[in-house]
């Protein structure tokens, strides 16, 4: 992490050198419509173009200044209601000490301070499981968890930073609920509708247990009837009763 501050600066949407987020891609980011993402989770970004680079930027470069600036994305443009908990859906271990970081840990961390509440490990990945003689449709489900067990009725904010399938997002879910967890609700950095229409054909059972769960008092009961999931939602508008987060409300007022 010290290691960022010797970093020379360049912008992890474009690579010019100055800002780690320049100013035009801050305005391209911000012309961008928030997505729903497979399994009904709610996106700041598309996954393509400049919110691209962006967030892979994230996984590579400038990566806690880049995750400063997307958790700010997240929470302003999807509305999460009031949390007790931030926590996120951890990236393979291997795949952690490969990075030195997870960055799905980084956004969830950078969106607790922005709400003001505390940021826990609840999730780890099971291991044992060999992929091999599994069904693609099983495949297709993605890692499995397991959650430390929760004090009953807390509502959770389960960040990841790209959703894909939405497999990794349900199977986090399931197993934060199957410990106690009152309700989760999901947030990602970025989700790309092409593939999110592919999963919805392709990953039918994990993507149904998805919008079951997310509908219980979350925002994406209207996301979850969308008739085109193609089509770029701008969550921004929704009215909702839990749009109003009085805990994060001075951060808001925060310049960025
Ligand atoms: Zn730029």
Same mark, same amino acid.
């Given at each position: 992490? $010290? ?98 970081f ?8 950078? $969106? ?13 990945? @099971? ?20 959650a ?21 997002l ?8 199957a ?7 999901? $947030? ?24 079951? @769960? ?6 994406s ?36």
């Amino acid at each position: 992490m $010290i290691l960022d501050a010797f970093l020379p600066a360049s912008c992890a949407g474009c690579n010019q050198p100055g800002e780690v987020l320049c100013r035009r891609c801050r305005f391209s980011l911000a012309s961008l419509s928030a997505q729903v993402g497979d399994g009904g989770v709610p996106a700041a970004l598309p996954f393509s173009g400049v919110a691209r680079q962006v967030v892979l930027g994230l996984k590579y470069r400038n990566r806690r200044s880049v995750a400063r600036h997307l958790a700010r994305l997240m929470v302003r443009r999807v509305p999460v209601g009031q949390v007790h908990l931030v926590t996120w859906a951890p990236t393979s271990a291997g795949r952690a000490r490969q990075r030195g970081f997870d960055q799905a840990e980084l956004l969830a961390r950078s $969106i607790a301070r922005e709400l003001g509440v505390p940021c826990r490990r609840l999730l780890f990945r @099971t291991h044992g499981t060999a992929q091999t003689g599994h069904s693609r449709a099983e495949r297709l489900r993605g890692p499995s968890f397991r959650a430390r067990s929760s004090r009953d009725g807390l509502r959770v904010l389960l960040v990841d930073d790209v959703v894909t399938t939405g497999a990794t997002l349900a199977a986090a879910k399931d197993a934060l609920l199957a410990a106690g967890v009152g309700e989760v609700v999901c $947030i990602a950095a970025a989700a790309t509708p092409d593939h999110a229409m592919v999963g919805r054909q392709s990953v039918r059972p994990a993507q149904r247990r998805t919008v079951a @769960t997310a509908g219980a008092g979350s925002s994406s009961t209207t996301t979850a009837s969308m008739p085109t999931p193609s089509a770029a939602v701008t969550l921004e508008g929704t009215s909702s009763k839990n749009a109003v987060r009085p805990g994060s409300a001075p951060n808001l007022a925060r310049a960025s």
